[in-house]
């Protein structure tokens, strides 16, 4: 960390009204401990990024603007919410998910009856202005005969990654979800780019040799669609892990020389494996590539090999809501790890899945943390004593912190340990979105009934994916839980006009409009999501609410009777069931529903807590008990 120019121990006081990035200076960073709070609002621990909600960092900013000052409750709820009526407790939960993630030095004071002091000495930096990175978006590969039809994809997803763990950035990679659904839909390189506002994108093709695959890359300039360079990466077959790094090389030299100045005349270069290779502080290939060309590979380095195609092959399965390729990815998972135990992502893809199996019902939650602790066993103390809440605190590989939200979710939902989880959502709060680091942190928030930081959040993330399906279908179902009736339906309505045959969009979508009236709009996407995934029991169970909610009392009842029948013999989730007996009328069965759920460790259980379809529950003794649990939990942690 560069010295700083100057110590303070307060900045001059702003409006607490209108606390802004405007004035900060814009040149000014803030330094405080081990953190550096920049001009644009990034939090750095270290040089480590410390991912902050947005109404965490004005909190940030007005205690330090106050530094040494006690600053009331009710100013920074008039500063963070204006006149929105907020619970009492807000700004205690605010503070104490503020202090988590500045762990583990000691900020923020309470100050007995006058609130809250920012009490670290504070230093000002003198910054240039940030200069602005390209916007690049890397579309998944075209793939020719014969190649496997997960490869184009993976290697878009793999350079993607190691370019956006590079230090120092050399480009804005463009999130994946977005840049993958738009080339979904058959739009162009340059259309991509349009959308996205993005300066450039990568593009290419796969071609199968008699003996080595081909992929021709090609950088395009969006704002007047010209090709301003093209190469060929050429490796043998049986050495595909040799592509991305070979084509992230090339990209790391074309980016330090700065793309806008490049007007060389085009041509087609092959790239040999032998130029240096580079270190991007997340997966490492070389051992999977092979040093030459030259030469039978080791059986280590076969294992290796094979390692790397089952690990790409699982992570482009996986990633739907079939049941079967979700099985078929575990086992090839487990493979990949069995042949290279130091293949640290695909440990990391099989928590992951283990997690998205569990929260769509396809596995049990407690069969999700043993296959878990499993894929992260090489972190567990050699004692065997250790228990899973343990892993928040254990110190793991950087490769690996992306297990850390998986660690915390389980340990909330299926151990019921607060404190765990919140340790390790704060030691994983620097690690950027991805789809399954930020679906973690969202159903955390929405479990912990924190709604307003969970839609926050929400759209913050969405800012820079907007085209992700299920970022866009869950802001809806946030904001389904707050109790903002006409602000859900307007964001599903919209989900479902640019996502009209998603999951997430139709699954989510069923359940708000039918709570909300639009009972054949509700139930046409149930069936039709059912009739797709004919496995997948939470389509049949919301389909069966909405059945209820359009007064088809029978058929749902019957269709309730098969998912009775179906937990005989497999795994059931219980979460949305209460939601039906409810719309039936009947109570009982909706809260033995609810405690079934509680024990199994249902993902969705505190959730379904805050469901304003479960509302005529919220009198009865035993639905009362059941919301006490996170009371408890809340308690224990010390968040009350």
């Known amino acids: 960390m560069k010295k700083p120019t100057e110590r303070i121990e307060a900045i001059p006081e702003p409006n607490l009204s209108k606390t802004g990035p405007s004035e900060w200076g814009g040149g000014v960073a803030l330094a405080f401990g081990r953190f550096r ?32 000052q006690a600053v009331s409750p009710l100013e920074l709820q008039r500063a963070l919410w204006g006149d929105v009526h907020v619970t009492a407790d807000s ?43 390209p916007r690049l978006a890397i579309v998944p590969f075209a793939a020719g005969y014969a190649i496997p039809e997960h490869l184009g994809a993976s290697i878009a997803e793999e350079t993607a990654t190691q370019l956006t763990s590079l230090r120092p950035a050399l480009a804005t990679v463009l999130a994946r979800d977005s840049v ?35 992929l021709r890359a090609e ?25 991305e790094e070979a084509l992230v090389e090339r990209l790391v030299f074309r980016l330090s020389c700065g793309l806008r100045g490049i007007d060389a005349p085009l041509k087609a270069t092959t790239v040999a494996r032998s130029s240096p290779r580079i270190k991007t502080g997340d997966v490492s290939l070389q051992a999977a590539a092979g040093p030459t060309w030259d030469g039978e590979p080791s059986g280590e380095l076969r294992e290796k090999r094979e390692a790397y195609d089952l690990f790409h092959r699982a992570h482009f399965e996986w990633q739907s809501l079939q049941r079967h390729r979700m099985q078929d990815s575990l086992q090839h998972l487990y493979r990949a790890i069995e042949l290279d135990p130091s293949l640290i992502p695909g440990r990391v893809d099989l928590v992951n899945l283990c997690i998205t199996q569990a929260f769509y019902g396809f596995m049990s939650p407690t069969s999700a943390i043993d296959h878990a ?21 254990v110190c793991l590989p950087p490769q690996a912190e992306g297990v850390l939200p998986a660690v915390g979710w389980m340990s909330f939902h299926v151990n019921h340990n607060l404190d765990s989880a919140l340790k390790a959502f704060a030691r994983s709060a620097h690690l950027m979105h ?6 973690s942190r969202a159903m955390f928030a929405l479990s912990r009934h924190r709604f307003d930081e969970a839609i926050d959040f929400l759209r913050e993330v969405i800012r820079q994916d907007p085209y992700s399906p299920w970022l866009q279908a869950r802001l809806a179902w946030a904001l389904h839980l707050a ?25 989510y979508g ?37 059945l209820a909610c359009a007064g088809r009392s029978e058929e749902c009842r019957a269709m309730m009777e098969r998912v009775q029948w179906m937990s005989r013999e497999r795994f059931v989730l219980s979460s949305f069931s209460p939601a039906v007996y409810v719309a039936l009328g009947e109570f009982d069965a909706a809260i033995g529903e609810l405690r079934a759920a509680e024990q199994s460790g249902c993902p969705w259980f505190f959730q379904m807590l805050a469901d304003p379809r479960l509302k005529p529950l919220a009198d009865r003794p035993e639905f009362q008990a059941l919301r006490g649990i996170l009371t408890r939990m809340e308690e224990e942690a010390g968040m009350e």
């Open 434 to 439: 991805d789809p399954w680091i930020s679906r």
């Open 373 to 393: 602790r499993r894929a992260l066993e090489p972190w567990f103390p050699a004692s065997g004593t250790s228990t899973w809440d343990d892993l928040a605190s």
């Open 483 to 507: 109790g903002r009736s006409a602000e859900s339906v307007t964001a599903i309505h919209e989900t479902l006009r640019v996502f009209p045959e998603h999951e997430g969009a139709n699954l």
């Open 180 to 214: 993958f659904t738009l080339a979904r839909r058959g739009q162009s390189a340059q259309q991509i780019g349009d959308t996205l506002k993005a300066n450039f994108v990568l593009t290419g093709t796969l071609r199968a040799l008699p003996s080595h695959i081909r």
């Open 219 to 243: 950088m395009v300039r969006v704002e007047d669609g010209a090709q301003i360079w093209v190469e060929d990466v050429l490796v043998a077959e049986d050495r595909t892990a040799g592509l």
């Open 37 to 68: 709070l920049e001009p644009d609002g990034t939090l750095l621990r270290n040089e480590t990024v410390v991912h902050l909600p947005p109404k965490e960092l004005l909190a940030l900013r007005i205690l330090i603007s106050h530094a040494g």
């Open 91 to 133: 700004i205690p939960k605010c503070l104490s998910s503020l202090r988590a993630r500045l762990e583990p030095e000691v900020c923020i004071q309470t100050v007995y009856k006058r609130g809250y002091r920012f009490a670290a000495s504070i230093w000002r930096y003198a910054t240039p202005l940030a200069t602005s990175l």
């Open 510 to 546: 069923s359940m708000i409009l039918s709570f909300n009236g639009e009972t054949a709009r509700g139930e046409e996407l149930a069936g039709s999501l059912a009739q797709r995934l004919p496995y997948f029991d939470l389509a049949t169970i919301v389909h069966a609410y909405t």
